[in-house]
T-cell receptor, first 115, second 114 residues
Framework: DAGVTQSPTHLIKTRGQQVTLRCSPK?????VSWYQQALGQGPQFIFQ???????QRGNFPDRFSGHQFPNYSSELNVNALLLGDSALYLC??????????????FGEGSWLTVV | AQSVTQPDIHITVSEGASLELRCNYS??????LFWYVQSPGQGLQLLLK??????LVQGIKGFEAEFKRSQSSFNLRKPSVHWSDAAEYFC????????????FGKGTKLSVKP
């Protein structure tokens, strides 16, 4: 049973560029959340997708957007990259209707460096 | 405001010694509590979770945590630390309706002396 998978694992972008990160949830999971983890900090919630719609959003600007596909996979897009966007981006999946309820599983993350 | 506080930024223990990592939370509804571990350059691995019931929960790798509602705490413990436990530990809180929207502490880095 594959867990949460993310791609790419590492990437370097220039200020002002745009980036797309991808996530496939754990098998059977229908809810995907994205987190940003800056160096030395805990993860911060960006947003969550369920049934192809953004259901919750954290305190992040509109430059951060996302999408969920019918197969539950998801993308995180960041426009007009800033140096401060350099971080580990974590995808998490869950199946709220399941026996494990709110158990949330994380992927290995995508390291984004903005130069 | 909803928050998680991990008072200890860095803890060093000797291999074989016991460990307790502290976590205090502030949450407006019934909390769901989690401990995750992160090795350098890796994602987060779930150690254990508390939703309801017995306030002492057992997790993987010999870890346990105790939920104390009166103290708003969810401290992580291990009776005997192994060198492979060296990592960063994160406490997180969510709610029944949050469904993946977790609030994390800033983490505690654990170093293990031989």
């Amino acid at each position: 049973d594959a867990g949460v998978t993310q791609s790419p694992t590492h990437l370097i972008k220039t200020r002002g560029q745009q980036v797309t990160l991808r996530c496939s949830p754990k098998s059977g999971h229908d809810t995907v959340s994205w987190y940003q983890q800056a160096l030395g900090q805990g993860p911060q919630f960006i947003f969550q997708y369920y049934e192809e719609e953004e259901r919750q959003r954290g305190n992040f600007p509109d430059r951060f957007s996302g999408h969920q596909f019918p197969n539950y996979s998801s993308e995180l897009n960041v426009n007009a990259l800033l140096l401060g966007d350099s971080a580990l981006y974590l995808c998490a999946s869950s199946f709220p209707g399941g026996a494990s309820g709110n158990t949330i599983y994380f992927g290995e993350g995508s390291w984004l460096t903005v130069v | 405001a909803q928050s998680v506080t991990q008072p200890d930024i860095h803890i060093t223990v000797s291999e074989g010694a016991s460990l307790e990592l502290r976590c205090n939370y502030s949450y407006g509804a019934t909390p769901y509590l989690f401990w995750y571990v992160q090795s350098p350059g890796q994602g987060l691995q779930l150690l254990l979770k508390y939703f309801s019931g017995d306030t002492l929960v057992q997790g993987i790798k010999g870890f346990e945590a105790e939920f104390k509602r009166s103290q708003s705490s969810f401290n992580l413990r291990k009776p005997s630390v192994h060198w492979s436990d060296a990592a960063e530990y994160f406490c997180a809180v969510g709610g029944r309706g949050s469904q993946g929207n977790l609030i994390f502490g800033k983490g505690t880095k654990l170093s293990v002396k031989p």
